[in-house]
């Protein structure tokens, strides 16, 4: 375990030279009712160098294997965002395609912001070998006609007391709100769960 917390410690160094406006912490936990099929997703983010709360969304909604590598979610999210001192609420709506093929798997999502009528097309690559994993997920606002956000980010996952799922790992993220607008640079701690009940 501590060559793993060393090599994650390598990985975090080796991309500092990145030009970074902030450093957050990320946390996503997924609670998965196996009986019916339900996924409850609780996720929240700490911002300016972890000192301030700004964002909470809960996704809710059915899972589906299509088939033995290929998975279908439909979730409703409602989302709150700290904008200053005022907190915004949001609705949105996610239809996932997650095929699998080991040691990757892509995740195609299409994203509907259905306070603010925004659409996004989103894909995830993620290479996964030995609980280490690699992935990288661009955002492309169809409504706008502009590619406005990428991840990348790697770590490492684990399974802890028995059915939970631990991932540990490291995020940089760039965006923009418009083509016009230059790409800035954050980066992002991210500590998930999953746990089925």
Same mark, same amino acid.
């Given at each position: $375990?501590? &060559?793993?917390?060393?090599?994650? /410690?390598?990985?975090?160094?080796?991309?500092?030279?990145?030009?970074?406006?902030?450093?957050?912490?990320?946390?996503?936990?997924?609670?998965?009712?196996?009986?019916? #099929?339900?996924?409850?997703?609780?996720?929240?983010?700490?911002?300016?160098? $972890? *000192?301030?709360?700004?964002?909470?969304?809960?996704?809710? +909604?059915?899972?589906?294997?299509?088939?033995?590598?290929? !998975? $279908?979610?439909?979730?409703?999210?409602? !989302?709150?965002?700290?904008? #200053?001192?005022?907190?915004?609420?949001?609705?949105? +709506?996610?239809?996932?395609?997650?095929?699998?093929?080991?040691?990757?798997?892509? &995740?195609?999502?299409?994203?509907?912001?259905?306070?603010?009528?925004?659409?996004?097309?989103?894909?995830?690559?993620?290479?996964?070998?030995?609980?280490?994993?690699?992935?990288?997920?661009?955002?492309?606002?169809?409504? #706008?006609?502009?590619?406005?956000?990428?991840?990348?980010?790697? +770590?490492?996952?684990? !399974?802890?007391?028995?059915?939970?799922?631990?991932?540990? +790992?490291?995020?940089?993220? /760039?965006?923009?709100?418009?083509?016009?607008?230059?790409? *800035?640079?954050? /980066?992002?701690?991210?500590?998930?769960?999953?746990? !089925?009940?």
């Amino acid at each position: $375990m501590l &060559r793993k917390a060393l090599l994650l /410690a390598l990985l975090v160094c080796l991309s500092a030279p990145v030009s970074l406006a902030d450093v957050e912490f990320w946390s996503t936990d997924t609670f998965q009712l196996t009986g019916y #099929g339900i996924n409850v997703i609780p996720e929240f983010r700490i911002k300016e160098n $972890m *000192t301030n709360f700004y964002y909470l969304q809960t996704y809710v +909604g059915p899972s589906w294997a299509l088939n033995k590598n290929l !998975k $279908m979610n439909v979730y409703y999210g409602l !989302k709150y965002q700290k904008s #200053g001192n005022d907190w915004a609420q949001s609705s949105l +709506g996610y239809l996932d395609l997650i095929y699998s093929f080991k040691p990757f798997s892509n &995740r195609a999502r299409l994203e509907c912001d259905l306070t603010n009528s925004v659409v996004k097309y989103r894909d995830q690559l993620q290479f996964k070998l030995n609980g280490w994993y690699l992935a990288d997920e661009f955002f492309y606002n169809l409504t #706008g006609s502009f590619a406005d956000e990428n991840r990348l980010s790697a +770590g490492y996952a684990t !399974k802890v007391f028995g059915e939970t799922d631990l991932n540990l +790992g490291y995020l940089i993220r /760039a965006q923009r709100r418009s083509v016009a607008q230059a790409w *800035t640079n954050s /980066a992002a701690i991210i500590l998930n769960a999953g746990l !089925k009940i």
